[in-house]
């Protein structure tokens, strides 16, 4: 009976400090070494334009700096085209992106830029007049216990390079 309940002790006390190792494992590769993964807004698609409602595919880019790949869980965003919102969300789409690559992938858009229409209007009037674009989100990482890396980006776009001629 005391061999019983000693090797049960020994047991649960072998369980506890596997697990307890197992723990520091994950902290270690979840926190402090990793690099902040760099995402670009590299391509906005019309797929449909009409009055009220236009749908776009916003075309994201993630590149890892990091020696081990880095697992993404999803990511939130706000666009903006001259201060004018284009879009915001939520894309849940999970993925890896290997060690010193890059993934790029897809988010399908819906918005009703009616109410903003003058604006826009006027800002395609001179196609060789450059429009702002800003990005703001947060990219999830991490497989279970991750981190939420924030971003914003900056740009400009000149609507004359993407008219066909």
Same mark, same amino acid.
């Given at each position: 009976?005391?061999?019983?309940?000693?090797?049960?002790? #020994?047991? &649960?006390?072998? !369980?506890?400090?596997?697990?307890? &190792?197992?723990?520091?494992?994950? *902290? *270690?590769?979840?926190?402090?070494?990793?690099?902040?993964?760099?995402?670009?807004?590299?391509?906005?698609?019309?797929?449909?334009?009409?009055?009220?409602?236009?749908?776009?595919?916003?075309?994201?880019?993630?590149?890892?700096?990091?020696? #081990?790949?880095?697992?993404?869980?999803?990511?939130?965003? +706000?666009?903006?085209?001259?201060?004018?919102?284009?879009?915001?969300?939520?894309?849940?789409? *999970?993925? *890896?992106?290997?060690?010193?690559?890059?993934? =790029?992938? =897809?988010?399908? $858009?819906?918005?009703?830029?009616?109410?903003? !229409?003058?604006?826009?209007?006027?800002?395609?009037?001179?196609?060789?007049?450059?429009?702002?674009?800003?990005?703001?989100? $947060?990219?999830? +990482?991490? !497989?279970?216990?991750?981190?939420?890396?924030? !971003? &914003?980006?900056?740009?400009?776009?000149?609507?004359?390079?993407?008219?066909?001629?």
């Amino acid at each position: 009976m005391f061999y019983q309940a000693q090797t049960i002790r #020994i047991l &649960s006390l072998l !369980m506890f400090f596997g697990l307890l &190792s197992g723990l520091a494992g994950c *902290s *270690s590769w979840m926190a402090g070494d990793l690099k902040d993964p760099d995402v670009r807004l590299v391509n906005v698609d019309v797929v449909r334009a009409k009055l009220l409602e236009q749908r776009f595919v916003l075309r994201f880019r993630i590149d890892n700096p990091n020696s #081990i790949s880095l697992p993404i869980r999803g990511l939130d965003y +706000t666009v903006y085209l001259n201060d004018v919102k284009l879009a915001d969300g939520t894309s849940d789409s *999970s993925f *890896s992106v290997p060690a010193h690559g890059r993934h =790029e992938f =897809e988010v399908p $858009v819906r918005t009703n830029l009616w109410r903003h !229409m003058r604006q826009i209007v006027k800002a395609l009037e001179e196609p060789e007049e450059p429009i702002r674009y800003r990005l703001i989100g $947060v990219v999830k +990482t991490g !497989m279970f216990f991750g981190r939420s890396v924030h !971003m &914003s980006r900056n740009g400009e776009i000149i609507p004359g390079d993407l008219i066909p001629e």
